[in-house]
DNA sequence: GGGAATCTTGCTCAAATGAGCACGATTGAT
DNA sequence: ATCAATCGTGCTCATTTGAGCAAGATTCCC
């Protein structure tokens, strides 16, 4: 009972009187028979020391502190980062990484929204994450915007389908038009993605893409939930390959590293859509990225320059800014260009 | 992104302005275009909202607030709650019922230092939490105290051994006298029990205890881990029969149901020190009951008016105010006052 | 659509709080 | 032991914040 640490635990009474009995430093100093100012001083080292904790629990909560290291740190133009407050009272991980990627969804098109200047014409990706914006547009988000597909959809054949319906809903919530990209993602020869883009529409679309002023687009993670894997385009092995490699995921069907270097020049020879080096050097690329599961390649896409605003949540955030996890995770191998 | 609750997303945004980046009302005004007293407001409805979770994490830090609760709804003269935080990092569980059990113990000792009028005559318990207050307590807490211990030990043979340490210990820093009850807990027959009570020594030290100034308990939780069943008094059949029939755990070795009446009459006939009835009569009990496996006994122990003061932890504070957990649990059985 | 009831808003004023300062106590070096 | 430096303390004053109030806006009921 020799009170070492006296002043810290005055400084822990003080702070529940304060913040749980909601009293007045004047009223504490009288039960602590201390001066006001001396409390007031009690208070501040609670606060400084981190015994308090001030959280703001809400699924809309933003963290600005988070964000604002983000852009200090690690040089983004800006960056968006949702609260992970209540994900873990999911009992299902999956049903979590839903909910956290609604989350983020509902921030990145709040931010479309108040984008100034809007854009005239918007790039975009496809897949659930940009799906889940258009979602959460609200209706006349913009009036009037051109809205381009910059990669390659899952299949010619189901063109007007899933990978279509974000870029029409965002257009559609906008006053605006949709430009599809008609063709796959992934061709099975170089020579066929150069046939393609050769032909007339699909070069005026990728020109369009080219020239948008703002571009929207998710990224995926390298594993065998990967939507590449789903749909066809890769099978497991070749996935597996590329992890091998150091692929941790894709930006625009376009596979990286871990310092956003493309894995596989083979593959990426025969991706259709718009190049990395497009989207490093436009001015406005939103990137929209939220999961456990996409906390590396979100890390690749930010050291690599590849966004200039951010939109994720709070854990991936946390680990961007972690120096620890900066480290060379579970696989780090010397990527190689041409493996295949 | 129709604004339904745009008032309450515009006070989550004001909380964040004013709690995570330290703005001052005039200023988040200013940003959010609104005046500094709509700002007030909203800050005021995010805070009504609960939506901001102000948590002091410190691991001697209290609990004003439920100690008030538990206070007036249950009714006790005086409540400690101490913090939970920072215990689910443990890995081990068994490691946290240790901290939390210390940092229990540490509260009571605190408020029997505090304790005024000074008890002259201190009747203690013995067991691990007892221990553990002990340990916590400073050198010169009093200024010569009696301190008698209240139910059997362990064992005659063993009589100097672990029980009475806690005791000795206690009137040792206390500048005082410690008077052991030299019996075992439970003995074989009734008869045994009156010719040990009826002892002249025995006697006087249960006189002694009668007359206590004030009480300082624990209580044991009704299974295989009993201190009970450790020390052979229980076989775990018994154990199991004793919970059959409704017992939730012991207060000075005589056990309960959740009502706090006694279950088995045999046993209790059997069982040496003082009475419930005496302790429920006594201006100052306190009782000091912390960890999971406790919520049941404490809850019966507070019912049933045992206690006049309880020192626990945050959860078993929660677990009593939930009237959701008063409905009878798992195993509510009548209880027979004399099975065996 | 009129009118009462309620809610919201911007204010005044008082309470509460934080910044800065001067003074006395404590510490540490010589 | 002495002096300087540092620290903690209690203050003044300015800023910040909350309570209460009256006017305007909105809702709701008929």
């Known amino acids: 009972m020799i009170d070492v640490d006296s002043d810290e635990l005055l400084s822990i009474r003080a702070a529940e009187l304060y913040y749980e009995e909601n009293k007045t430093q004047d009223e504490i100093g009288l039960i602590l028979s201390l001066t006001r100012w001396k409390v007031g001083r009690l208070i501040a080292q609670a606060k400084a020391s981190g015994f308090i904790r001030i959280e703001i629990v809400h699924p809309r909560a933003r963290r600005p502190a988070l964000e604002r290291r983000l852009r200090e740190k690690i040089g983004l133009h800006d960056a968006i980062v949702v609260s ?16 956290l990627q609604s989350r983020t969804a509902h921030a990145a098109a709040e931010y479309l929204t108040a984008l100034r200047p809007a854009p005239r014409t918007l790039g975009v990706s496809w897949g659930h994450t940009l799906h889940a914006v258009a979602h959460h547009l609200g209706q006349g988000w913009a009036h009037g915007v051109a809205v381009v597909q910059i990669n390659g959809s899952v299949s010619l054949t189901r063109s007007a389908g899933v990978a279509a319906q974000a870029a029409v809903a965002i257009a559609q919530k906008g006053a605006g038009t949709a430009t599809l990209l008609p063709s796959p993602a992934i061709l099975e020869r170089r020579e066929t993605r150069l046939a393609i883009e050769s032909d007339r529409t ?31 385009y890769l099978s497991v092995d070749e996935m597996a390959a590329l992890v091998a490699h150091g692929a941790v995921g894709d930006v625009v069907g376009r596979y990286i590293n871990a310092r956003g270097d493309i ?63 900066a480290a060379a995770p579970a696989s780090a191998v010397e990527a190689n260009p041409n493996f295949s």
Chains 1, 2 share one sequence.
Do not use: W
Request: hydrophobic share 55%.
């Open 84 to 99: 992970t407050a209540g994900i873990d009272a999911f009992d299902n991980a999956a049903a979590a990484a839903v909910e």
């Open 202 to 232: 699909v070069a005026a679309v990728l020109a369009e893409a080219a020239g948008a002023s703002a571009y929207l687009f998710s990224a995926g993670q390298a594993d065998e939930n990967s939507v590449h894997v789903a749909s066809g």
């Open 263 to 325: 894995v596989d020049a083979e593959l990426d020879d025969r991706t259709l859509g718009i190049r990395l080096q497009q989207l490093r050097a436009a001015a406005v690329t939103i990137a929209v990225i939220s999961g456990a599961a996409k906390h590396e390649i979100a890390r690749a896409v930010v050291v690599s320059g590849l966004c200039t605003v951010l939109v994720t949540d709070e854990d991936t955030a946390l680990a961007l800014l972690d120096p620890a996890s």
